[in-house]
């Protein structure tokens, strides 16, 4: 049983890193959402330009999410 719950441990430990790496990357798909739109109705366009453009660094986690730990002294 102590075998069990020690080989568990990092298991558990691992599935919550890429669930929260999920969300990260979920929410950096929403972020990049492009909402224009343009319709014309009875000779009326009505239109909106969605001019945001946000992304992440080049090389970097998704939405800043680091899941890493510096060693430090003791």
């Not at 999410?65 to 510096?70: A, C, E, G, M, V």
């Given at each position: ?32 959402l ?37 060693a430090?002294?003791?």
């Amino acid at each position: 049983m102590t075998i069990l719950l020690l080989g568990l441990l990092p298991g558990v430990v691992t599935l919550r890193d890429q669930i929260v790496q999920e969300f990260g990357d979920m929410a950096v798909a929403i972020e990049s959402l492009d909402q224009t739109y343009s319709y014309s109705f009875n000779g009326v366009t009505s239109e909106y330009i969605d001019s945001s453009s946000l992304s992440d660094p080049e090389g970097s986690a998704p939405a800043g999410l680091d899941l890493t730990i510096s060693a430090t002294s003791e």
